[in-house]
């Protein structure tokens, strides 16, 4: 039985997907160990540092999947890491050659090289999901660029804003992010092989050419220089998850309050028995949106401790370098998590653009004040115009109406602007600014990155 919520029997597929899990399972991790030693025999090899009869044969005949892994979990715990216990069981699978495995390498290139191919292919999954996400979004904002909503500004009704454009507003989000991603790929997947303390000294003048032929195998990023303790492109990996989920975790606190009972503009596609109560039969409770939510507060603890994984000490790091192995695969099974939550919860939405229309309404004008303001203000100034409309809020606020009939009620605004002037200022569907040009700002470009 499982541990936590990611290996759970009851919860792994709410909070992960089983192609991110699989990514980073322990022996999906052990095949990258055993591929990473293969390339670096053959890489040796390529230049001449072993016999090639050795590579070939280290190739054909070291493989993961028939280690003893229980005899690999006890020595593991002995000695602290996987490697050594790994090189014991594959030099023997070498036959004659096994005295070339692992040849001049230390425990962390190839810990840290197979940690980079699973964050290959992870970027590859999470790549995916923002490109799903992406296109629901943008149908999204242009199904509903001129569909009117409260915008609202702490918590408050503040100006009328359309559907379309907060969807558009989450649609730019992610644009950025897929090109954020895009961008962090040649600094993150690098591979490392760089020996004991990082010299490449045990291979004298042939250290550079092996690394060369090693990232070239593996189709990885070549090392300037050696980064066993300079781990900002792992610590950049997580945060780019962090600034993902952070966006998802947004999107899903929108959607969770405008799903509430007094708003009631938005919910979660309806699927039988999905949020319901164990106490309640009228509860519909925003599954998808609260486990985006959660997994956005999970990714974002990661963040900082990756963040505080980089402080590390002189050429090899004691114990920040144990924290990744805590971060980085719960970071990506999370974000998986969160993205998939996303796009079921998106792509099928149900948007109630008559509450919209409601709620629109339920200050009787009173959101569009500033429109009024600014249509009283050519004729007696901001200022003035301003305490007039704010006199005219307050009689609403106490006595009920409509802004629009106390405004006509007061002579300083009846004199000066027509009744018509002031029924169309205090529709809301009138004072959208730029929201829907904004809405096909966004999509024009997203469509140009597509």
């Given at each position: 039985m499982a541990a936590n919520v990611l290996d759970s029997i009851l919860f792994k597929d709410a909070f992960g997907t089983p192609e991110m899990r699989a990514i980073f399972d322990d022996r999906e991790l052990i095949r990258?160990?055993?591929?990473?030693?293969?390339?670096?025999?053959?890489?040796?090899?390529?230049?001449?540092?072993?016999?090639q009869v050795a590579a070939d044969e280290i190739a054909a005949k070291c493989?993961?999947?028939?280690?003893?892994?229980?005899?690999?979990?006890?020595?593991?715990?002995?000695?602290?890491?996987?490697?050594?216990?790994?090189?014991?069981?594959?030099?023997?699978?070498?036959?004659?050659?096994g005295g070339y495995v692992h040849w001049g390498a230390t425990t962390q290139d190839i810990m840290d090289t197979a940690v980079v191919?699973?964050?290959?292919?992870?970027?590859?999954?999470?790549?995916?999901?923002?490109?799903?996400?992406r296109q629901t979004l943008a149908s999204l904002a242009s199904r509903y660029r001129d569909t009117p909503m409260a915008g609202r500004t702490h918590l408050q009704q503040a100006l009328p804003v359309t559907f379309g454009y907060k969807a558009a507003i989450w649609l730019d989000m992610f644009d950025r992010h897929a090109?954020?991603?895009?961008?962090?790929?040649?600094?993150?997947?690098?591979?490392?092989?760089?020996?004991?303390?990082?010299?490449?000294?045990s291979l004298g003048d042939k250290g550079l050419e092996v690394q060369q032929a090693m990232m070239k195998i593996l189709n990885l990023g070549v090392p300037f220089s050696t980064w066993h303790?300079?781990?900002?492109?792992?610590?950049?990996a997580i945060n780019l998850l962090g600034l993902i989920t952070g966006s998802l975790g947004k999107i899903a606190y929108d959607v969770m309050l405008l799903a509430a009972n007094e708003f009631g503009e938005l919910y979660e596609p309806f699927v039988k028995g999905r949020g319901a109560s164990s106490t309640m039969p009228q509860k519909r409770n925003p599954i998808s949106s609260e486990l985006m939510l959660a997994c956005a507060k999970g990714v974002?603890?990661?963040?900082?401790?990756?963040?505080?994984?980089?402080?590390?000490?002189?050429?090899?790091?004691?114990?920040?370098?144990?924290?990744?192995?805590?971060?980085?695969?719960?970071?990506?099974?999370?974000?998986a998590g969160a993205l998939h939550q996303a796009n079921f919860m998106l792509?099928?939405?149900?948007?109630?653009?008559?509450?919209?229309?409601r709620n629109l309404d339920m200050t009787k004008g009173l959101i569009v004040a500033e429109a009024v303001m600014m249509?009283?203000?050519?004729?007696?100034?901001?200022?003035?115009?301003?305490?007039?409309?704010?006199?005219?809020?307050?009689?609403?606020?106490?006595?009920?109406?409509?802004?629009?009939?106390?405004?006509?009620?007061?002579?300083?605004?009846?004199?000066?602007?027509?009744?018509?002037?002031?029924?169309r200022l205090t529709n809301p569907a009138n004072y959208l600014g730029m929201a829907p040009e904004m809405v096909d700002r966004v999509l024009a470009k997203s469509a140009h990155r597509q």
């Amino acid at each position: 039985m499982a541990a936590n919520v990611l290996d759970s029997i009851l919860f792994k597929d709410a909070f992960g997907t089983p192609e991110m899990r699989a990514i980073f399972d322990d022996r999906e991790l052990i095949r990258k160990y055993v591929e990473v030693e293969i390339a670096l025999a053959k890489a040796q090899a390529h230049c001449g540092v072993i016999p090639q009869v050795a590579a070939d044969e280290i190739a054909a005949k070291c493989n993961a999947d028939t280690l003893d892994f229980e005899l690999l979990r006890h020595e593991t715990e002995i000695v602290g890491y996987p490697i050594l216990p790994l090189v014991h069981q594959i030099s023997k699978q070498a036959g004659g050659s096994g005295g070339y495995v692992h040849w001049g390498a230390t425990t962390q290139d190839i810990m840290d090289t197979a940690v980079v191919l699973q964050i290959r292919d992870a970027f590859a999954l999470i790549d995916d999901e923002i490109a799903r996400l992406r296109q629901t979004l943008a149908s999204l904002a242009s199904r509903y660029r001129d569909t009117p909503m409260a915008g609202r500004t702490h918590l408050q009704q503040a100006l009328p804003v359309t559907f379309g454009y907060k969807a558009a507003i989450w649609l730019d989000m992610f644009d950025r992010h897929a090109e954020r991603l895009e961008q962090a790929r040649p600094r993150i997947l690098v591979g490392q092989f760089a020996g004991a303390a990082g010299t490449l000294a045990s291979l004298g003048d042939k250290g550079l050419e092996v690394q060369q032929a090693m990232m070239k195998i593996l189709n990885l990023g070549v090392p300037f220089s050696t980064w066993h303790v300079a781990r900002d492109g792992f610590a950049e990996a997580i945060n780019l998850l962090g600034l993902i989920t952070g966006s998802l975790g947004k999107i899903a606190y929108d959607v969770m309050l405008l799903a509430a009972n007094e708003f009631g503009e938005l919910y979660e596609p309806f699927v039988k028995g999905r949020g319901a109560s164990s106490t309640m039969p009228q509860k519909r409770n925003p599954i998808s949106s609260e486990l985006m939510l959660a997994c956005a507060k999970g990714v974002r603890q990661h963040a900082g401790l990756m963040l505080d994984a980089m402080v590390q000490d002189l050429e090899r790091a004691t114990g920040p370098w144990h924290a990744e192995w805590i971060a980085i695969p719960e970071s990506f099974v999370l974000a998986a998590g969160a993205l998939h939550q996303a796009n079921f919860m998106l792509s099928g939405l149900i948007v109630d653009e008559s509450a919209m229309a409601r709620n629109l309404d339920m200050t009787k004008g009173l959101i569009v004040a500033e429109a009024v303001m600014m249509g009283l203000a050519p004729y007696i100034g901001r200022q003035d115009a301003h305490d007039v409309v704010y006199d005219a809020c307050r009689v609403v606020n106490e006595q009920g109406g409509r802004l629009a009939d106390v405004l006509n009620g007061m002579p300083s605004v009846a004199s000066r602007l027509d009744p018509e002037l002031i029924k169309r200022l205090t529709n809301p569907a009138n004072y959208l600014g730029m929201a829907p040009e904004m809405v096909d700002r966004v999509l024009a470009k997203s469509a140009h990155r597509q």
